[in-house]
């Protein structure tokens, strides 16, 4: 008397199809669901592209900042995806995406922190574009550190 199902197996031919069955529907899954799926194509405006990629990714209309012929963000450490009139320069109108815009959403304030950077600073702080950008073309303003100053901190010998 047979007490389980199991007790002869599930045929191979059975449990393979399973498999493959699986792994299809997961990774069709997988690939529709991200921003421009397998081709990496029409990501829309706001979201991150890569500017090293050999096309632009982003949708029609849009370019990946920080690629070769386009103008990067100003204080913004990351690329997104963002409108260009038909001379390459960026769209900066009251409806673009803040991520788009000087700044993008908080990038200034990264850089501020990440390093000091004097022109990222007073933007974060709210300083005027043209007032941030004085201060960061000026890399003088704050003073390197001599060689010998650590011996005269005490890490020398």
Same mark, same amino acid.
Request: proline share 6%; with cysteine.
């Given at each position: 008397?047979?007490?389980?199902?199991?007790?002869? %197996?599930?045929?191979?031919?059975?449990?393979?199809?399973?498999?493959?069955?699986?792994?299809?529907?997961?990774? &069709?899954?997988?690939?529709?669901?991200? #921003?421009?799926?397998?081709? *990496?194509?029409?990501?829309?405006?706001?979201?991150?592209?890569? +500017?090293? *990629?050999?096309?632009?990714?982003?949708?029609?209309?849009?370019?990946?900042?920080?690629?070769? &012929? $386009? +103008?990067? @963000?100003?204080?913004?450490?990351?690329?997104?995806?963002? +409108? @260009?009139?038909?001379?390459?320069?960026? @769209?900066? $109108? =009251?409806?673009?995406?803040?991520?788009?815009?000087?700044?993008?959403?908080?990038?200034?304030?990264?850089?501020?922190?990440?390093?000091?950077?004097?022109?990222?600073? /007073?933007?974060?702080? %709210? /300083? &005027?574009?043209? /007032?941030?950008? =004085?201060? *960061?073309? !000026?890399? %003088?303003?704050? +003073?390197?550190? $001599?060689? !010998?100053? =650590? #011996?005269?901190?005490? %890490?020398? *010998?």
């Amino acid at each position: 008397m047979k007490t389980s199902m199991f007790e002869k %197996g599930i045929p191979m031919l059975a449990r393979a199809r399973t498999l493959v069955g699986a792994l299809f529907a997961v990774l &069709s899954l997988a690939g529709a669901g991200c #921003e421009g799926g397998f081709t *990496d194509t029409g990501v829309s405006e706001g979201n991150r592209c890569n +500017p090293l *990629d050999s096309h632009n990714e982003c949708g029609s209309g849009l370019a990946c900042t920080g690629q070769a &012929s $386009t +103008p990067m @963000v100003a204080f913004c450490p990351e690329n997104y995806c963002c +409108p @260009v009139d038909s001379s390459g320069n960026l @769209v900066t $109108t =009251a409806g673009t995406n803040a991520f788009c815009l000087p700044g993008c959403a908080g990038g200034a304030a990264s850089i501020c922190k990440a390093n000091s950077d004097p022109g990222a600073c /007073a933007f974060a702080g %709210g /300083a &005027s574009l043209e /007032a941030a950008m =004085a201060l *960061d073309a !000026d890399a %003088g303003t704050t +003073p390197m550190p $001599t060689p !010998d100053a =650590a #011996e005269t901190e005490g %890490g020398g *010998d």
